[in-house]
């Protein structure tokens, strides 16, 4: 199993930013789509929603209507990396954060995520 490592969460206050990190072994991690993912309080496991996903060429992503305009996904293939920059927060943005690979393949593993919340 190659199971990511996130960081980069904390308390912030509404309108701030945070930029989350994670980063996954293995060498094929440039050939596989990457996503971010949230838990919100109260949610269960496989509920854990889609919340941004880059493709393999970085170029190409995806984002939940929710996060549109206020988050971006990165990947950086050398250091098998891939980041969240949120921006202009709002407090139902307070989840535990995972990243996992977006389709079947060596990186679809849940990893311990990082909480984020968004509180005045």
């Known amino acids: 199993q190659v199971q990511p490592v996130e960081s980069g969460g904390g308390l912030v206050q509404p309108g701030g930013s945070l930029t989350l990190s994670c980063v996954v072994s293995?060498?094929?991690?440039?050939?596989?789509?990457m996503a971010w993912y949230r838990q919100i309080p109260g949610m269960q496991r496989d509920q854990r929603e889609v919340v941004a996903t880059v493709f393999p060429n970085g170029a190409t992503t995806h984002y939940a209507d929710s996060v549109k305009g206020r988050f971006t996904i990165s990947r950086g293939n050398a250091k098998n990396t891939v980041y969240l920059q949120m921006n202009n927060l709002r407090p139902d943005d307070t989840a535990v954060y995972y990243c996992?690979?977006?389709?079947?393949?060596?990186?679809?593993?849940w990893g311990q995520g990082t909480q984020v919340t968004v509180s005045s």
């Open positions: 996992k690979g977006r389709f079947a393949g060596p990186y679809n593993y």
């Open positions: 293995g060498s094929s991690f440039s050939d596989y789509a």
